[in-house]
């Protein structure tokens, strides 16, 4: 389920720090480079396009629940990946596949029991899934500055029933998630991963603070982004906090 609004264009250009965090998630996974590899959560496309140089006699497909994203991606990439429009926690493939990428997209699903039995389902024994999302401490000093901005008027009034979209999982949590939805092994750990976006303000708007950037009538919005910035100062630094994840099926 597809829980907030995504804009690709802007995503691919400010995302940068993200293609960084990807990349070094791409240099665990171990390829010969005839493997078909299901890139889950590609957003525009940016690491798919790395994943797809590893791979010169093998197949990318790249799936995403956003629309955007997907036609970012496609427009990035043409026919060199399968791009698809898909939820995670809807995933069928027609063939299991060797090996499952996904960097900075699990925390933006709830349901981890069920994403997981998905993925499983979709790798072929032994099969290889290499992650890295938000974890357990995520941009917990940002959201406290933004909440804080968020309990003034006029902001307040539209969050008085809101309910944070994130699911920032810890690593022994996820490990048992993992073996219940059947992988033989599995291995999580938290990794600090602090960044200074070069695009700050947009970056923090369209990915970081999108929830809550988008649940503003339009009027507030950026109001509400002059107010969260001059609470930062400068540098702005994200204290980003990943999960890693290396299992196998």
Known sequence: MLIREWNGASYDRISGPMEVLGRQVLA???????ETVLDAGCGSGRVTQALIERLPRGKVIAVDASPSMAQAAHERLGDQAD???????????ETPVDAILSTATFHWIADHERLFARLHAALRPGGQLVVQCGGEGNITELRGVANEVLAREPYAAHFQ???PPWNYAAPDVTEERL???????ARCWLMPAPTQPEYPREFLATIVLGPHVQRLPAALREPYMDEVMQALGEPVVVDYVRLNIDASA
């Open 179 to 185: 073996r219940a939805a059947g992988f033989a092994r």
């Open 161 to 163: 029933d809101w309910q």
């Open 83 to 93: 791009v698809r429009v898909l939820d995670l926690l809807d995933l069928e493939l």
């Open 28 to 34: 665990r996974l171990e390829l010969r480079g005839d």
